[in-house]
């Protein structure tokens, strides 16, 4: 049997343990729902005070190429996954060798490069803004192109609005390049936005798909700051989405928890692009979803049924990052925040904060949007959330 691929009748049941590639909040929300669930998880990750690694029943503190820590991991585990897209394919594809890999090499390799991505969802026939891929000076059009404004984003490592620039022309787009090193980059025509939505799914190896409903995403300085599920606008808008992310889904033949992000231009989907597992604007699923995020990512990865997407209550999650932090290690007055009966907070356990950082989230329930997102958006300016 490939190892890639379980039968269907072969189930990985607890207390068997898992691996997870990655010790940041994602994994550690991964292990909180496999220990819940009754299983044991070992997280490979660098950094000893990895918030993953600090809960894990094994943390292996090792970088993710080294070979001895990866088989090390694939001898103890019974399936492994990752948290973060970054992660190198080709360990993936040595783990793989050895045990199941879920998402697969090949997916999280696409994901993890905007060139491949942008091509791939290109090739598939889904809707996405007009590119240009530039791999040397030649490749900037020139500013008769209807490209500009565009931005530039490099083709590799950039996340949360790092390693991207507004260019208007070809000068500015030159320079930016130049600041970026000449790395691969995707330049990208900037549209002007009716508002961004998201869809988080899990799919798994029978190709059985279950989608949590579209949330609706505000950024502040290229971060998440507010997702409201389910989000507002156009019924069909959000069914579309849902549709467009399986079909990227089923195109990428993919098996995993999939985050697809959209832009609603004019009233039409564009995917932006998509992450190769839990997303951050489905973290709402942890406190208004019948099944969450990552139990899904557990089922899909121990080859149990998925759990039910079902969402029972409104929702706005709104992500706390280390800016509202009075310093690196003294935390802001939660008083207010966590006097609300309707709220729910989730700090990662982070040893450190710093501007950017994703500390946390909260999120605030309700029986309707509207009072869901007046007490989140209450909280967020006691917090001084994108304050002075």
Known sequence: MNAQTLAPDHVILPPAMLGMLGGGQLGRFFVIAAHEMGYKVTVLDPDSNSPAGKIADVHICAAFDDASALLKMANSCAAITTEFENVPADSLSLLAEIKPV???AYSVAIAQHRVSEKN???????????????????DLPDDSSEIYPAILKVARFGYDGKGQARVSNQQEALAAFTAFEHEECVLEKMLKLDYEVSV??????????ATFPTAENSHLNGILDVSIAPARGRDAISHQAQKLAIMVAEKL???????VEFFVCDGTLLVNEMAPRPHNSGHYTLDACVTNQFEQQVRVLTGLPLGSAKQHS??????????IWPAQD???DWQLALANPQLKMHLYGKQAARPGR?????????ASRDEAIKQAMQVRADLNIGGE
């Open 120 to 138: 791939f969802l290109k090739h598939a026939g889904l809707p996405v803004a007009p590119f240009a891929v530039i791999n040397e000076v030649a």
């Open 358 to 366: 994703k500390m946390g989230h909260y999120t605030v329930l309700g």
């Open 200 to 209: 988080v799914l899990a799919r798994d190896a029978q190709g059985n798909v």
């Open 314 to 323: 409104s929702a706005v999650m709104v992500n706390l990052l280390g800016d």
């Open 253 to 259: 033949a993919y098996t995993g928890v999939l985050g």
């Open 102 to 104: 879920r998402p697969s």
């Open 330 to 332: 003294v935390a802001p």
